[in-house]
């Protein structure tokens, strides 16, 4: 799957993402990523939904999101309820999807110049 905007310059978009490869701006990562519109940090030994949550949410909520999007790879996988009632009790929005639908709202979001967070499964 490929993806293409362009309209903000500076900014972390993410251009292309399938074949076990994310591609942001022209950077491309493999494992997990965790990004805002700023800051991209790889997870290049994170493959697994256990691992990139167990991760801990220090490093997200330094980005100060207003929301945080959980893409978990090919398919939509739900974490225990108590990982996203973090989120919520910190006032952040929280939204899991599989990780295709996750780079497409991000994408959007950032680009209408949202505080979004993504944690993605690559």
Avoid: K, W
């Amino acid at each position: 799957m490929r993806f293409a905007q362009d309209s903000t310059s500076g900014i972390n978009v993410i251009r292309a993402y399938g074949n076990g490869e994310l591609r942001v701006n022209e950077s491309v990562y493999r494992g997990a990523v965790i990004l805002n519109a700023a800051t991209v940090i790889a997870e290049a030994n994170i493959h697994n939904l256990d691992e990139l949550i167990g991760l801990g949410l220090a490093r997200l909520l330094a980005l100060e999101p207003e929301l945080v999007l959980l893409g978990t790879g090919a398919q939509q996988i739900f974490p225990a309820p108590s990982f996203g009632a973090q989120f919520l009790r910190a006032g952040i929005g929280f939204e899991v999807m599989d990780t295709s639908a996750a780079c497409r709202t991000f994408n959007v979001l950032v680009g209408e110049q949202r505080r979004v967070a993504a944690m993605l499964l690559v």
